[in-house]
T-cell receptor, first 114, second 111 residues
Framework: SAVISQKPSRDICQRGTSLTIQCQVD?????MFWYRQQPGQSLTLIAT?????????ESGFVIDKFPISRPNLTFSTLTVSNMSPEDSSIYLC???????????FGPGTRLLVL | QKEVEQNSGPLSVPEGAIASLNCTYS??????FFWYRQYSGKSPELIMF????GDKEDGRFTAQLNKASQYVSLLIRDSQPSDSATYLC???????????FGSGTQLTVLP
């Protein structure tokens, strides 16, 4: 399966600031996804990142808060804007494997907002 | 009703026993079902996926799917302390086949 890396691995940020998380894959993939995992919770899909078009956001998530870029088939970014303590979560990118519908996850970015 | 429901646990089994993890889903149109394992502080890793009714075995793991009952389970035979983790059930949906996750079941295997 593809190797997925994320930067930063963790960060502590101040309220009101923004953080951009990068996701890099070592091979070309069509579909990438961004998830959030709040403390003690399961994974919630934020959006599907499509190359060459706007991301598709899930209910409850908006582009102004979580802008996403997908400039090519190996890279995507998620920005968490105007952060509040409620944004403290693990943010994970994932991709769909070549074998079909299985998804693989990056190592995650652990964000703490003070 | 949640789209994907799991017993939250925690579930404790002795080493060497069979651990049984259960999951139900609400969307009858779902076609693919996945089990992920997540160790504390780590990202989820795929254990198994199943598309067809019946059982699918991979080593000590067996996934079972019953689409009529909208039920999927994961059996772990000869449980080891290293199996202690949170197990997440996921179901595909939507045109992009996004995954919807259950809340997870925390499993502890006691030595």
């Amino acid at each position: 399966s593809a190797v997925i890396s994320q930067k930063p691995s963790r960060d502590i940020c101040q309220r009101g600031t923004s953080l951009t998380i990068q996701c890099q894959v070592d091979s070309q993939v069509t579909m990438m996804f961004w998830y959030r995992q709040q403390p003690g919770q399961s994974l919630t899909l934020i959006a599907t990142a499509n190359q060459g078009s706007e991301a598709t956001y899930e209910s409850g998530f908006v582009i102004d808060k979580f802008p996403i870029s997908r400039p090519n088939l190996t890279f995507s970014t998620l920005t968490v804007s105007n952060m509040s303590p409620e944004d403290s979560s693990i943010y994970l990118c994932s991709l769909r494997g070549r074998a079909g519908e299985t998804q693989y996850f990056g190592p995650g970015t652990r964000l703490l907002v003070l | 009703q949640k789209e994907v429901e799991q017993n939250s646990g925690p579930l404790s089994v002795p080493e060497g026993a069979i651990a049984s993890l259960n999951c139900t889903y609400s969307d009858r149109g779902s076609q693919s079902f996945f089990w992920y394992r997540q160790y504390s502080g780590k990202s989820p890793e795929l254990i198994m996926f199943i598309y067809s009714n019946g059982d699918k075995e991979d080593g000590r793991f067996t996934a079972q799917l019953n689409k009529a009952s909208q039920y999927v389970s994961l059996l772990i035979r000869d449980s080891q302390p290293s199996d202690s983790a949170t197990y997440l059930c996921a179901v595909n949906r939507g045109s992009a086949r996004q995954l919807t996750f259950g809340s997870g079941t925390q499993l502890t295997v006691l030595p």
